[in-house]
């Protein structure tokens, strides 16, 4: 499994997590775009096209 390129911090990590929560529930994203959403915001803080799938699912997860 390919490793970010940009290692997340845990309080990265979990602010990137309160971030995607507070975007679903003001923008009323559906359950069906989440990892999308939390995969963009991944890209985005890394600046890598690679996202961790365990960190995706992590932030995803209810």
């Known amino acids: ?4 390129s940009i290692p997340i ?6 602010i990137l997590r309160n ?14 775009r989440w ?4 995969s963009d915001f991944i890209r985005d803080l890394t600046g890598s096209e690679d996202v961790d799938a365990e960190l995706l699912e992590w932030i995803v997860r209810k």
């Not at 499994?1 to 970010?4: E, R, S």
């Not at 911090?9 to 979990?14: C, G, N, V």
């Not at 990892?35 to 939390?38: K, T």
């Open 1 to 4: 499994m390919p490793q970010p």
């Open 9 to 14: 911090s845990a309080f990265d990590s979990d």
């Open 19 to 32: 971030a995607f929560i507070k975007s679903v529930i003001e923008d009323n994203v559906p359950e069906h």
């Open 35 to 38: 990892r999308e959403l939390a």
